[in-house]
């Protein structure tokens, strides 16, 4: 199983990113982001659960959407306006038909005031 992250960088508070994670090597039944920053647990940003749909963190909503290609079993984070508060490493996270927890490479986001 691989997953391979994509488009984090530097920014402006206000601006914008994307984030894509292609997943390989099984049948997913859930991906999402999950971000880790110093001094703190990984806590989660969005997902699209088993069933589908979208889940968000409160801190989030209005600003970040997630969404699955299902046929590249790929998952995008589109993240706009920005804050500082949003910096840390994403990490890319899929759940495989037997629960089990997969997680990528992480892709660092950083958002400057």
């Known amino acids: 199983v691989h997953l391979v992250e994509s488009g984090g960088g530097c920014v402006q508070a206000g601006g914008s990113l994307r984030l894509s994670c292609a997943a390989s090597?099984?049948?997913?039944?859930?991906m999402g982001w999950y971000l880790e920053t110093p001094g703190k647990q990984r806590e989660l940003v969005a997902v699209v659960p088993r069933g589908g749909g979208t889940n968000y963190a409160d801190s989030v909503k209005g600003r970040l959407t997630i969404s699955r290609d299902y046929a590249k079993s790929t998952v995008y984070l589109q993240m706009n306006s920005l804050k500082p508060g949003d910096t840390g490493v994403y990490y890319c996270?899929?759940?495989?038909?037997?629960?089990?927890?997969?997680w990528g490479q992480g892709t660092q986001v950083t958002v400057a005031s």
């Open positions: 996270n899929a759940v495989d038909v037997w629960d089990k927890n997969y």
């Open positions: 090597g099984t049948i997913f039944s859930a």
